[in-house]
Each structure stands twice: as C-alpha cells, then as structure tokens.
C-alpha cells in the first residue's frame, strides 16, 4: 500500500511552473552542475570518503547515505576553489548534489 503523503507530495513536484516563472530549486543552486528537476541534494557530516572506491559516506538529517561519485565530478572547498574527494575529512559539513539513477550518484560536492 502507498502512503497516501507519498502520492500527494508526488502530484505537487508534478505540477507544472506558472508560464514565465522560472523553477526553483528548493536548495541553494550547486556551483556548476546542472539544474534540473531531477538534481537532489541532501547536507551532512562525512562519515568517509574512498576515492578510489568513488565512494561517499554522509550522515544527512535521514540517517547515514552512501553515494557513488560519477568521474569527474567536482569537489568545491569553502571558499569555492576546486577540491578532491581524496581531501574530504571525517566531520566536516558538505552539501552533496546528485541524482537518483539504481542509487544516488554525486555530481557535485560543496563543502559549507
């Protein structure tokens, strides 16, 4: 049986934009991946990070996520300057933009 919060909450993020109103992502915009309506984007502490692995552990509001990193997708210090997944801490707060595709794939990393 299907939640019945479920199926509203998936009818409003269906709902079209008014004509000549621009979509607004409810999340600040990450630096430079692409906006769309699929882009999520979850804040946490990371647990741990295996770049060679291209893997992320975060703990979001939700509980512990683990995400897979697509090649090549950009890490962002504080300052805006380009980072690795390799100098990511255990600790430290980062905002984490992916997609869901069989899993949540990062696109981008700020860390905040």
Known sequence: MIPWWLVGATLLSAAPDPPG????????PPRIAVRSETLKC???????AAPGRATLRVRTPAGAVAYRILPGAPVFDREG?????ASLR???RVRVYY??????????????
């Open 99 to 112: 997609l869901i595709d069989d899993g949540p794939w990062v696109v981008e990393i700020d860390l905040d």
């Open 21 to 28: 109103k621009a979509k607004s992502l409810p999340f600040p």
């Open 42 to 48: 979850d804040t946490g502490t990371v647990i741990g």
């Open 81 to 85: 300057k380009a980072a690795t997944v």
């Open 90 to 92: 255990a600790g430290e």
